[in-house]
């Protein structure tokens, strides 16, 4: 390998114990001049992300508002299609997968409600089999019950991470309204201090709480409890999760970047070589076939739709149906696939923006309208 590619990895770190053992083979390879060997051991790590599978159980008590709750954090209206049914009594019998709609591998479990006769607390992990899942968000509506700690606690001792949601804030708001000097940020810290402090007291440890609204996931702190998971996740569970989140903030789409990012140089390795021949080109077909693979992916991570070539096109600056015409080497490819990782996470930036000043008119407007 010509000694100019060797600076690309000079400065590559992650934090993650598996992925830096994956980084320091990569690394090895490739400076020791076997490049076939490294764009092999780029496809491995390309192909366990693929295959990385995250599990999220949801749980609490019937009618909690469980199932509009996994239909917000998928980005899902009720009544779509794909969401978790909801208005039902005591619907969930046994655990059913709800996968987010762009990202089938990341799934988010709807468990049965938890303080029923036939879901106890001191048997309800047994059932629902909670080894299967990677961490649990217990959801809670208006009034804290001893379940929701005992359940926290049994989590807890079982060694798995656990969430707790408090749902239906808004009509906590509009009820605390009526009073006299109502305060927005004393009555939330007042209601997610009660959930902290009953949870403390029946010796659960530091408790995580987060008030959300199924109508208005962004308002509180739902940007908050997604951008918590994916800060607690470690390796590839951690970019999935990313991956499949809707863009409901800044702070998620810069995560969301980041991890692709983390992906650009292996997928342009894969352009460096040929059989085992360790040359900078691989056949033309196979280069493009990389750039259309991976911005495709990028357009469906931002959820900007699938059909990118014409963004493609414009960039080789030629007609489309001649782009396949184009041999494309590492560096070019690396280049290629950084510019078209900007420029799709500045257009889901600007959807964003665009998106949150029509909620702040939407809100404007309602206020206006409850005032007069």
């Given at each position: 390998m010509e000694p100019s590619y060797s600076h690309r990895f000079q400065d590559l770190t992650v934090n993650s114990p598996g992925m830096l053992e994956i980084l320091r083979e990569i690394k090895t390879t490739v400076e020791t001049g076997t490049l076939s060997e490294a764009a092999a051991k780029a496809q491995e790590a390309l192909k366990l992300l693929k295959n990385t599978k995250l599990n999220i159980a949801i749980t609490g008590e019937s009618g909690s508002g469980k199932s509009s709750f996994i239909n917000a954090m998928r980005g899902l209206k009720d009544d779509d299609e794909g969401a978790a049914k909801v208005d039902v009594t005591e619907a969930t019998?046994?655990?059913?997968?709800?996968?987010?709609?762009?990202?089938?591998?990341?799934?988010?479990?709807?468990?049965?409600?938890?303080?029923?006769?036939?879901?106890?607390?001191?048997?309800?992990?047994?059932q629902v089999k909670f080894t299967c899942y990677d961490f649990f968000i217990i959801v809670a509506s208006e009034r804290f019950k001893c379940t929701h700690a005992e359940l926290a606690w049994e989590i807890q001792k079982m060694g798995k991470k656990f969430y707790f949601v408090r749902s239906k804030v808004d009509g906590d708001m509009e009820n605390e309204k009526r009073k006299r000097n109502f305060n927005k940020e004393k009555t939330l810290e007042k209601i997610r201090d009660?959930?902290?402090q009953k949870l403390q007291k029946e010796?659960?440890?530091?408790?995580?709480?987060?008030?959300?609204s199924r109508w208005n996931f962004s308002k509180y702190d739902g940007c908050k409890l997604q951008e918590t998971l994916a800060d607690e996740l470690d390796g590839h569970k951690k970019d999935v999760f990313l991956l499949a989140l809707q863009n409901i903030s800044r702070p998620i789409l810069e995560k969301k970047k980041g991890a692709l990012e983390k992906e650009v140089w292996k997928r342009a390795l894969l352009s460096c070589t040929i059989g085992a021949v360790p040359i900078p080109f691989l056949c033309i077909k196979c280069d493009v076939d990389i750039l259309v693979k991976s911005i495709t992916e990028y357009y469906?991570?931002?959820?900007?739709?699938?059909?990118p070539l014409p963004l493609l096109a414009m960039y080789i600056e030629k007609p489309v149906p001649k782009v396949e015409a184009t041999g494309i080497s590492f560096v070019i490819t690396y280049a290629m696939l950084q510019m078209f990782l900007d420029d799709v996470a500045e257009e889901a930036e600007s959807v964003l923006t665009s998106a949150l000043a029509a909620d702040v008119k939407k809100s404007e407007r309602l206020y206006i309208s409850t005032t007069v």
């Open positions: 019998m046994k655990p059913t997968p709800y996968p987010y709609p762009n990202h089938s591998n990341v799934t988010m479990w709807d468990l049965p409600g938890i303080g029923t006769l036939n879901f106890r607390s001191d048997t309800y992990l047994q009660d959930c902290v010796g659960v440890s530091s408790p995580q709480v987060f008030l959300v469906k991570a931002f959820g900007l739709g699938d059909n």
